[in-house]
C-alpha cells in the first residue's frame, strides 16, 4: 500500500468517539474555563475592524507561503469539483495565500475560480503562488479580487440583476449595494451566481455575531441549486483545549497572541447557522482522528466534521469541520435531503 493510500484511510478513520471525548472534556476541572458562559463581546464593528487588521498582519508576516500547505486533499473531499461540467463556476472565500485555490485550478481545467480575501498583500501572495505553478491556462481561469465579505458584502458583478430581484420578491436581498471600483481584475460581466463555494477555516477567523450575516452573503451569490462546500474547527479539537483562561474572548471564541480570532463549531451550530441563511442541509457528522507529531511523538486528537466518505491525505495539525449545503428547494424546484 502507498503513503498516499495509508494516509487517506488514517484520514477518514474513527479513532474515537467524540461523545466521549466530550465527556471527558467536561468531566475535566483543568478544562471547566472552556464551558463558562462569556460575558457580552465587544461592540460588532470594533470587533470586525481589529480581526481583519490582524489576519492582515498575519498574512504578511508569513506571506512566502511555507506556512501554508498546499491543500492537495480537497478534490478528493469534495468530489464535486472534479466532475463539475466545463465553465463551472467556484467561488473561494477567503482565499488567502492559495493553497485551497491551486488544487482547485490543478485538479480540474474546466474550473473558473473567483478568489477574494481582504487583504491586497496577501492577494498579491495568491497569484505569485498560483502563477508559479504552471498550471494550464490559469491566467484566463483565476480572478483574485480583494473584499471583506463580512462588512461590505460580495460586489454586485457575482451575480446579476435578474437574481437579485429574485432575492428581494424571497426576502433574501442579502447582496451588498457598496459601490466598489473595478480593476483588471474584477472588470468582468456579470457572473450570474457560482456553481460552488468554498469556505475553508474563513468562517472560524469571523467574530461570530458576524457569522449569520457572512453565510447569507455567500447564499446571495450562489446559484439555484449550487452547492456550498465548508470545512473548519470542531468543538473539543485539541487546538481549543491549548487555549489558556485569558484568550477566550467569547463561549467557545478565542484570541491568539497575534490579534487573530478561532471558534470552534458544534454541529448544531453549523446547522442553525446556515439553515437559517436559507440552506438545506445534506450531510454533517463528527469525525475523529488521532495524529502524531513527527517532532515530538506526541498523538493528538483532532475533530472533524465529514460529508461523505471520500479520501484525503493529512495536510494540517488542526480540528476540522466540513459540511455541505444546497440552496433551498423553492429556487430550484425539487427537495434535497441526504444522508448518502
Known sequence: MSVLVTEASEYHSKDFNWETLRQEIENDPSLNYHLLPFPSPQQEEQHSRDSIKAWQNFHIQHSSGKFFKERRYLLKEFPELVSCEDGCKVLEVGCGNGSTALPIL???????????????????????????SNVVSVEHRFH???????????????????????????????????????????????????????LIFTLSAVPLQTMPTAIRECFSVL???????????????????????????????????????????????VRNLFICAGFIELEI????????????????????????????????????????????????????????
Open 144 to 198: 483574485p479580487f480583494c473584499c471583506d465579505f463580512v462588512t461590505t458584502g460580495f460586489p454586485k458583478w457575482l451575480t446579476c440583476d435578474y437574481c437579485r430581484e429574485m432575492f428581494a420578491l424571497k426576502g433574501q436581498n442579502y447582496l451588498s449595494d457598496v459601490r466598489e471600483k473595478r480593476t483588471h481584475e474584477t472588470d468582468i460581466c456579470c457572473v450570474g451566481g457560482v456553481d460552488f463555494i468554498t
Open 223 to 269: 446559484k439555484p441549486g449550487g452547492l456550498l462546500l465548508f470545512r473548519d474547527y470542531g468543538l473539543y479539537d485539541m487546538t481549543m483545549l491549548r487555549f489558556e483562561p485569558e484568550q477566550r474572548v467569547g463561549f467557545r471564541e478565542y484570541m491568539r497572541s497575534d490579534g487573530t480570532r478561532s471558534y470552534f463549531f458544534s454541529l448544531d451550530v
Open 106 to 132: 490543478r485538479g480540474n481545467e474546466k474550473i473558473i475560480l473567483y478568489a477574494c480575501d481582504c487583504s491586497n498583500e496577501t492577494l498579491e501572495r495568491a497569484k505569485e503562488f498560483v502563477a508559479a
Open 285 to 340: 457528522e463528527y469525525c475523529c482522528v488521532k495524529s502524531v507529531n513527527r517532532q515530538n511523538g506526541k498523538s493528538m486528537r483532532r475533530v472533524w466534521v465529514h460529508a461523505d466518505p471520500a479520501n484525503g491525505d493529512i495536510q494540517s495539525d488542526r480540528g476540522e469541520l466540513k459540511m455541505k449545503l444546497f440552496e433551498p428547494s423553492q429556487y430550484h424546484g425539487t427537495h434535497t435531503t441526504s444522508n448518502s
